[in-house]
């Protein structure tokens, strides 16, 4: 099918929809949601890649192109969606990613997901597809409604399509591990973070703290002389990303949460078993404490904790911020027919 | 009696006699932002000096229906804070204090009217530093640049405002605090922290803003590469990207520019250049070194005539600061200039500078070219003189035309700069009224009655329709139940 005629389609769908819709890509973060709620509005076969200049660093792609897709493209010359989005069970698609919003261990370093979004095309609830933002890196022309697609968890409409910054894979990756308590490895890393060292990834887990360095190989060579430890598995960024650890495993009884904090903000007084990555700024637990204690406690601390393994289980926003929302929400889903039940933070 | 006196004793009541201008002349430095050409008298001036007083300036413009056009440095340059005749002009300077700077959490916490360069002195002695550096720096304030998203010459590598902002403190005209995101670096819910980035002001009034800081690099250096030609610098610019290499600042200024600049400071630029490109690179000494050599490579490989790498600091600073007084100095050349700012492909470079040379040939007006070709982001200057009889008509019409070789180019009418009331004909060229309804639909989501900088960076429809950019489908106008003037 040809995107003009996926388009039509699709534009048709919507504007005959009497209920609401579900959008679905391959469901590989299907977990994250409650309930179904309306007739699915499948987008997975409109795929690929629609334009891709490496010299541009930028690269635009259908939503249901699938994220081991893209990756394989932008390897092939020696690029990387810098992002890295998690591809929960292997799969999932770049509309997916850009509706969760989630982003992988170099986040600190590299961006955000919603920071290398440069331009979407989106279908609205009124049934009309729009260009917002474009194929630069710069570009201050309207609202930045593109970015604001990245974590809407596709309330706001469909993305079709979008542009996506990325950048050149790094001459040379290592990984060290040193053992390391939690609170050395927190000191460690928050002290580290002070300084301009090449570092685009931390992990600590399991008692031993893993970094990665990225650079050319003198720069490199130099880090890992400064921050010592044991050469260590560069596999560990793919498997934390995805959730490969058994640390993840929802099927436990424990609640796993996501914990997003200050870097140097200290460890809520949560018992459980933790994960954290980025530096310190992102902290996973799993535990068996009550949920509203958990949210409280990391809220006094600066932070927001997002129970990761119940159904629809997000962090919040207030009921200030929550009325914007649905006033935003309005604006581009008059009907409330996408993904309803989903506007992000609403408890 | 308009809104605006009627408004007038309940200002007095809530503000200090300091914070409330009245008078036409203490008025006048506020007629316009750094886009002088565009200016009109504000009704009234206020200045909180608290937020408590800006809230209070707030109430009483709901109550009685005034408009309310937020500033802050007033260095913007595409009239984001033109003022109103019947409003009020709420200026931000006053709220000008650094709340925190916490270096283990490299954060700083700060009020609106803040400079941009002041945050990185006050993270300085931390070894940090806050990265957008927009050429106002030294006076533009924060709240300004969140207004605007603005960029800088290091873009390229970090990012724009929006990318260092982490969260915000925000008023709404219905007096409501919104707070959005903090020292985290994700935040729950919508972006709203995006939307708010380049809003200019038009959905609300920011009261705090979290910057991101990061460690100082340790090292940086500076390549100057002169070439025969435009295309010639265009295309290594692509090639360093291309080599996968990210550089902190690449900047391209033609021979005009750099003629403007050597006569002006006296660099050393290599003046029988067609163009020069300064590169710099930053982080570890021994990752700029191994950079610096592959830069060196990539810029021999594509034509460069000579390449230069600044033994020092002060060589660096030197190759710089030619780039920095560049827009002074082409301001010696002509009476006046009109700084355009575009954003195009990289591929795109010489094919656009091309066609801008070619515009200049036609219309007779000079064009000096000094940008930030890592980005894309053109600032053609026109040099027109203002006293010449439809000069001015005659640079802006050029200047239109130029934004609209970088839409057609796949680019975009303002990279940096913002829309304002600038380019508000220029935006009914890059987007169509169904688009510009939907932005008209997130303004009134924050701010239903359209008191918050009313008539700035979207046109509305009508504006479209009479400019005969609308995009008419089927000879049917899109919304023809909406009435045009």
């Known amino acids: ?347 | 009696m308009n809104a605006l006196e009627r408004a007038r004793p309940a200002l007095q009541k809530v503000l200090s006699a300091g914070s409330l201008i009245i008078d036409p002349i203490a008025k006048r430095p506020y007629e316009s932002d750094g886009l002088t050409a565009i200016r009109e008298q504000p009704g009234l001036v206020a200045l909180p000096a608290s937020v408590t007083e800006l809230k209070a300036v707030l109430a009483v413009c709901r109550a009685f229906d005034v408009p309310v056009v937020p500033r802050g440095a007033g260095t913007g340059l595409s009239g984001g804070a033109r003022p109103q005749k019947d409003g009020v002009l709420l200026g931000l300077s006053r709220l000008n204090r650094i709340i925190a700077v916490d270096p283990d959490n490299r954060v700083a916490v700060v009020q609106p009217g803040v400079r941009n360069l002041a945050i990185s002195e006050a993270a300085a002695p931390h070894g940090l530093f806050y990265a957008p550096d927009p050429s106002s720096q030294i006076a533009c304030s924060i709240g300004g640049n969140v207004a605007e998203n603005s960029g800088g010459v290091h873009c390229l590598k970090y990012g724009l405002t929006v990318n260092n902002v982490l969260g915000l403190r925000v008023l709404t005209i219905d007096g409501e605090e919104l707070v959005l995101g903090g020292a985290t670096l994700d935040a729950p819910g919508f972006d709203l922290l995006a939307l708010m980035n380049g809003s200019e002001g038009m959905l609300g009034i920011v009261t705090e803003v979290t910057v991101r800081l990061l460690p100082i690099p340790a090292v940086k250096s500076v390549l100057l590469a002169s070439f025969a030609s435009l295309e010639s610098a265009a295309d290594a610019v692509s090639a360093i990207i291309a080599a996968g290499i990210v550089p902190a600042g690449l900047e391209m200024m033609d021979q005009v520019a750099t003629g403007a600049a050597e006569a002006f400071v006296q660099v050393g630029y290599p003046l029988d250049a067609a163009a020069i490109l300064l590169c710099e690179l930053d982080g570890e000494a021994a990752d700029v070194a191994g950079q610096r050599l592959r830069v060196e490579a990539v810029l021999n490989a594509a034509g460069a005539v000579e390449v230069r790498v600044a033994a020092n600091a002060a060589e660096g600073d030197r190759m710089w600061y030619g780039r920095k007084a560049a827009f002074p100095a082409v301001g010696r050349l002509a009476p006046d200039y009109y700084c355009m700012d575009g954003t195009i492909p990289r591929a795109k470079l010489a094919s656009v500078l091309r066609a801008i040379a070619d515009l200049s040939a036609e219309t007779g007006l000079g064009v000096a070219n000094v940008f930030h070709a890592g980005d894309g982001n053109l600032h053609p200057l026109i040099l027109y003189d203002a006293n010449s009889p439809g000069q001015l008509d005659a640079a802006v019409s050029m200047g239109e035309r130029v934004l609209a070789l970088c839409v057609a180019a796949g680019g975009t009418v303002t990279g940096e700069h913002g829309v304002g009331v600038e380019k508000l004909d220029a935006m009914c060229g890059q987007f169509d009224a169904p688009t510009l309804t939907r932005f008209h639909a997130v303004k009134s989501a924050f701010d239903p009655r359209g008191l918050l900088n009313p008539g700035k960076a979207i046109p509305t429809l009508a504006r479209c329709a009479e400019l005969g950019g609308m995009h008419v489908h089927g000879g049917a106008l899109p919304f023809p139940d909406i009435e045009r003037l």
């Not at chain 1, 699938?66 to 932008?74: F, G, I, K, T, Y």
């Not at chain 1, 409604?145 to 990756?173: K, N």
């Open chain 1, 1 to 347: 099918m040809s995107d003009v005629q996926f388009e039509a389609s699709i534009i048709e769908r919507v504007a005959a929809a009497t209920g609401p819709l579900q959008i679905c890509g391959r469901g590989s973060k299907r977990f994250l949601y409650g309930r179904d709620i309306g007739d699915y509005l499948p987008v997975s076969m409109h795929r690929g890649i629609i334009d891709y200049q490496p010299s541009e660093l930028v690269v635009t792609a259908r939503c249901g192109t699938s994220l081991a897709q893209l990756n394989e493209a932008l390897a092939e010359r020696g690029q990387v969606l810098a992002a890295d989005p998690p591809q929960f069970g292997g799969d999932g698609t770049l509309g997916g990613a850009i509706a969760v919003g989630l982003s992988g261990p170099g986040r600190p370093w590299y961006g955000a997901l919603r920071d290398c979004v440069l331009g979407v095309r989106l279908l609205t609830g009124h049934g009309e597809v729009h260009s917002f933002g474009g194929q630069v890196m710069k570009n201050v022309a309207g609202y930045d409604v593109a970015r604001v697609q990245v974590g809407a968890h596709g309330t706001l409409g469909v993305v079709l399509a979008a542009s996506l910054r990325v950048l050149p894979r790094p001459a040379v990756e290592a990984t060290v591990t040193i053992d390391a308590s939690r609170a050395d490895a927190h000191a460690t890393v928050v002290k580290l973070g002070r300084r301009p060292l090449p570092i685009t990834a931390t992990c600590w887990v399991a008692e031993k703290l893993h970094l990665r360095l990225s650079g050319t190989d003198q720069g490199v060579a130099h880090a890992l002389d400064v921050v010592g430890g044991e050469r260590g598995d560069a596999s560990i960024w793919s498997v934390v990303r995805d959730h490969r650890l058994p640390f993840f495993d929802t099927h436990t009884g424990l609640a796993l949460w996501r914990i997003s904090l200050p870097v140097a903000a200290p460890f809520p007084d949560i018992a459980g078993e933790w994960l954290v990555e980025w530096g310190g700024a992102l902290r996973w637990c799993r535990t068996t404490a009550d949920a509203e204690h958990v949210r409280a406690l990391v809220a006094a601390l600066g932070g927001h904790a997002h129970e990761f393994s119940a159904p629809a289980g997000f962090a919040r926003v207030d009921a200030l911020v929550g009325t914007y929302q649905q006033r935003l929400k309005h604006a581009f889903d008059p009907k409330g027919i996408f993904n309803v039940d989903r506007v992000p933070g609403m408890g």
